[in-house]
Each structure stands twice: as C-alpha cells, then as structure tokens.
C-alpha cells in the first residue's frame, strides 16, 4: 500500500530465463553474452563487478558482508565456487 500512490513500478529480468525454460531461442542469449564481452573487453561498456572475493567459505563471505554492512561497497560482490 505504500507505493500505491506513488506510481512505482518493479520490474525482475532474469538472464537465465531462455535456459532455465529451454526456450527455442537459446541459442540468442550465448550471442548477446558474446557481444557484452567483446564490448567489456574492447572498453566499450564496463562491468558492474566492484569486488572479487574469491571461493564462497566462511572468512570472504564475512569479508563481503561486512563490505555490504559499511555502505561503502560498490558495483557487484562476488563469490564463486557454489555447489548446488
């Protein structure tokens, strides 16, 4: 209700969708993902990264958590290593 007045609009775009549903046109996204590397490594456009923090374990992700707690982070945080 607190944004009813307010003309807000939320909107999600997930970058697996065509994937994620085998879409036919799967094909189309690992072209656009081409393309935005080319365009990252020919300085083109810059990456959202901020930081890297290496594999996900207990010390890097208290390290990024408490990078987001100081309000001074910047562009995406990253850890890898996920298993599902």
């Known amino acids: ?3 009813k007045r307010k003309s807000v609009s939320l909107h999600w775009e997930f970058m697996f969708t065509r994937s994620l549903f085998q879409t036919s046109d799967m094909l189309a996204q690992h072209r656009l993902l081409t393309e ?3 365009l990252i ?3 083109v456009i810059r990456s959202t990264l901020g930081q890297h923090f290496g594999n996900i374990n207990s010390g890097n992700l208290k390290r990024a958590h408490a990078l987001l ?4 982070a910047r562009g995406k945080i990253v850890l890898e290593g996920f298993t599902g």
């Not at 707690?69 to 001074?72: V, Y």
């Open 1 to 3: 209700m607190k944004l």
């Open 36 to 38: 935005v590397t080319a």
């Open 41 to 43: 490594d020919a300085g």
């Open 69 to 72: 707690e100081s309000d001074k």
